[in-house]
Antibody, heavy 119, light 109 residues
Framework: EVQLLESGGGLVQPGGSLRLSCAAS????????MSWVRQVPGKGLEWVSS????????FYADSVKGRFTISRDNSRNTLYLQINGLRAEDTAVYYC????????????WGQGTLVTVSS | QSALTQPASVSGSPGQSITISCTGT?????????VSWYQQHPGKAPKLMIY???NRPSGVSNRFSGSKSGNTASLTISGLQAEDEADYYC?????????FGTGTKVTVL
């Protein structure tokens, strides 16, 4: 059974940093691209970042480029999102999502971790 | 990258069919046969319902079907049931490489 378990969310002050983690199990982690998707409470889904199976190709939404860094450790079956320079508008639930056999769709999602940016 | 456009809400009675549209551009929906649809119940993670425009993952009811014409994709739910009440999001591959729709709240009357 595929499982994605996010952690690392919490309350942080504006300008602060966080590192989100996503522990994966139930599939060959190193064979699949992964992604982070966020959702402001009560609002829609927003794609944030994606990374190739070997970690060599990261992609970012314009809204987070230069502040967020996606990475992965295939030996630990873990996906990361380093978030710097946090802003109030970054407050959201952050989901880890697994791509299907290609980059075309997300076939599994974690339950999400809430990041709240407030002073 | 602008979000794909969906109607804010769609409603129907049990047993009826409803269709949710998802309008993009030739750079996303119209340019690739890589539209997917996700169902999200309140407080839950999204769930894949349709991928590559028309394909259903194993375990998803055949009451859900997808199609595309030009820059607009559609999700049809036939035989509407109470459990179908949820938010639905479309998504398309782009060069960026992903964009989501604005979301549609489906209400079962």
């Amino acid at each position: 059974e595929v499982q994605l378990l996010e952690s690392g969310g919490g309350l942080v002050q504006p300008g602060g940093s966080l590192r989100l983690s996503c522990a994966a199990s139930g599939f060959t982690f190193s064979s699949y691209a992964m992604s982070w998707v966020r959702q402001v409470p009560g609002k829609g889904l927003e794609w944030v970042s994606s990374i190739s199976d070997n970690g060599n190709r990261p992609f970012y939404a314009d809204s987070v480029k230069g502040r967020f860094t996606i990475s992965r450790d295939n030996s630990r079956n873990t996906l990361y999102l380093q978030i710097n320079g946090l802003r109030a508008e970054d407050t959201a639930v952050y989901y880890c999502a697994k791509y299907g056999s290609s980059w075309q769709y997300f076939d599994y999602w974690g339950q999400g971790t809430l990041v709240t940016v407030s002073s | 990258q602008s979000a794909l456009t969906q109607p804010a809400s769609v409603s129907g009675s049990p047993g009826q069919s409803i269709t949710i549209s998802c309008t993009g551009t030739s750079s996303d929906v119209g340019g690739y046969n890589y539209v997917s649809w996700y169902q999200q119940h309140p407080g839950k993670a999204p769930k894949l319902m349709i991928y590559d425009v028309t394909n259903r993952p194993s375990g998803v009811s055949n009451r859900f079907s997808g199609s595309k014409s030009g820059n607009t994709a559609s999700l049809t739910i036939s035989g509407l049931q109470a459990e179908d009440e949820a938010d639905y999001y479309c998504s398309s591959y782009t060069s960026n490489p992903r964009v989501f729709g604005t979301g549609t709240k489906v209400t079962v009357l």
